[in-house]
């Protein structure tokens, strides 16, 4: 059966559930505290996807859109999705649910732009990313991915 996407909501329980993942950071931590001082409503929409296996949260990306004014990686600039933090847990992994979610992300039809974990490599190419091997201006230690949907690929240069 294929796996069901859910969008994530803003809730004790989902921040609860976060923090089994490895990539737990600042972006969970503020909206742990946010919720706390009823700054976000709870269950607000949030920026992750996630993938449940009975009700336990074992697979989840980030995903927002980027302005094509602020794009650097697309000729023309144009609306691209940034997906970040997709991790499947240890327990889970090999069943399909990465790439689940990253055909989830595709289905918007607009390019996609990731900065891989490190050895994560051979995964971004089977799922068709290739690298920004030209030279734009970017943050150090970054490493982009890209994907283009059908129709759009030519790179700056
Ligand atoms: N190395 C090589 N190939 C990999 C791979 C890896 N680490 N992880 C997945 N693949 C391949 C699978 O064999 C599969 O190939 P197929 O379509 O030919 O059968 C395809 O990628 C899709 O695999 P899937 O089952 O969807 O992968 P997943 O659900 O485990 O998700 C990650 C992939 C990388 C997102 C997930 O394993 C993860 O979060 N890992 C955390 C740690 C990490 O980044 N590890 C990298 C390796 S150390």
């Not at 990306?61 to 600039?77: H, I, T």
């Not at 971004?124 to 201006?137: A, H, I, L, P, R």
Request: overall charge negative; proline content about 4%; charged content about 30%.
């Amino acid at each position: 059966m294929a796996a069901k996407i859910t969008k994530l909501k803003v809730n004790f329980k989902t921040l609860e559930e976060f923090k089994k993942f490895k990539e737990y950071g600042i972006q969970e931590l503020s909206m742990l505290e946010d919720l706390e001082a009823n700054i976000i409503e709870d269950e607000s929409d949030s920026p992750f996807y996630g993938i449940y296996f009975g009700d336990k949260l074992v697979a989840r990306m980030s995903l927002y859109q980027v302005d094509a004014k602020f794009d650097r990686y697309f000729y023309p600039s144009q609306n691209y999705l940034e997906l970040w933090k997709l991790e499947v847990l240890p327990d889970y992994q090999g069943k399909g649910y990465g790439k689940a979610l990253v055909e989830f992300a595709k289905g918007f039809g607009l390019p996609i732009k990731t900065n891989p974990r490190v050895k994560s490599n051979e995964f971004w190419g089977k799922m068709g990313f290739t690298s920004v091997d030209y030279d734009v201006e970017r943050d150090r230690g970054e490493n982009p991915l890209v994907w283009y949907p059908e129709g759009v690929g030519a790179q700056k240069y």
